[in-house]
């Protein structure tokens, strides 16, 4: 709920903003679409400052996921608001997943992240994916806390 979400906000520094833009709930499953904004110029890395000027003011993307309460999974996928042809070269995916086991919820988290841009793949790469594990790392902790609460 909103609380999750401020909580998330708070605890990320990048981002300007998270909106849930989809939610469908059947008891089962929850389907939901946040959207994030960050404002580029603040969190661009010391080697791409040179193109500040050509960056856009923010970025957006939309995390794309499914939280399966049955077996207490989430799935999701990141879809970066970017030109449609662009999509071909990067993805990121993965999921959480919560075990019970003597009253301990025991926490996994799954990263599948992939940029093919020659060149600067390595680059791009090391620049955002400890942004998007530092989300994945903070949901699992609120989600922790959620099942122990």
């Known amino acids: ?73 989430f799935t999701y996928e990141i879809v970066p608001d970017i030109p449609d042809a662009w999509h071909q070269y990067y993805s990121n995916s993965g999921h959480i997943d919560l075990t019970e086991r003597d009253g301990r919820t025991t926490v996994t988290t799954t990263l599948e992240f992939s940029v093919q841009v020659f060149g600067l793949t390595r680059v791009i790469e090391r620049a955002l994916k400890p942004e998007i594990e530092k989300i994945l790392e903070l949901q699992s902790q609120l989600v922790a806390a959620h099942f122990q609460g």
């Open 1 to 73: 709920g909103p609380d999750y979400l401020s909580a998330l906000l708070d605890a990320l520094d990048a981002v300007s903003a998270i909106e849930e833009v989809v939610r469908d709930e059947d008891g089962e499953r929850l389907t939901r679409t946040l959207r994030y904004t960050a404002p580029t110029r603040a969190q661009l890395p010391g080697f791409l400052k040179r193109y500040e000027e050509k960056a856009p003011e923010y970025v957006f993307w939309e995390e794309r996921g499914i939280w399966d309460h049955t077996n207490g999974s």
